[in-house]
Nanobody, 120 residues
Framework: QVQLVESGGGSVQAGGSLRLSCVYS????????IQWYRQAPGKQRELVAT??????NYADSVKGRFTISGDIFKNTMYLQMNSLKPEDTAVYYC???????????????WGHGTQVTVSS
């Protein structure tokens, strides 16, 4: 019913930039929050950034380098990543907390992830 699709990942040299996109679709009544997570091999999934209403929050490791934003008319959320470091290498996932038109509310809506690789 609800689908999230990430894109924009790739390989980049340290110090470079990437912009990730998360396109959402389906019977959505209201988006409560969008979150970006990442997971590197052998590590736990880490919350990177959150946007809820006009409020944003970031992990300390990315603060000042990453920016989360959205375009409601394109049904798309973005994660702008600047000054990338090798330790940013991970699969990045989009997660949504939302209310469906049916009245069902949940936060277990995920995309399939997009790979980001940063070389030194």
């Amino acid at each position: 019913q609800v689908q999230l699709v990430e894109s924009g990942g790739g390989s980049v040299q340290a110090g470079g930039s990437l912009r990730l996109s998360c396109v959402y679709s389906g019977s959505i009544f209201r988006m409560n929050a969008i979150q970006w997570y990442r997971q590197a091999p052998g590590k736990q999934r880490e919350l990177v950034a959150t946007i809820s209403g006009g409020t944003t929050n970031y992990a300390d490791s990315v603060k000042g380098r990453f920016t989360i934003s959205g375009d409601i008319f394109k049904n798309t959320m973005y994660l702008q990543m600047n000054s990338l470091k090798p330790e940013d290498t991970a699969v990045y996932y989009c997660n949504a907390d939302l209310l469906e038109k049916s009245g069902r509310r949940g936060s277990d809506y995920w995309g399939h992830g997009t790979q980001v690789t940063v070389s030194s």
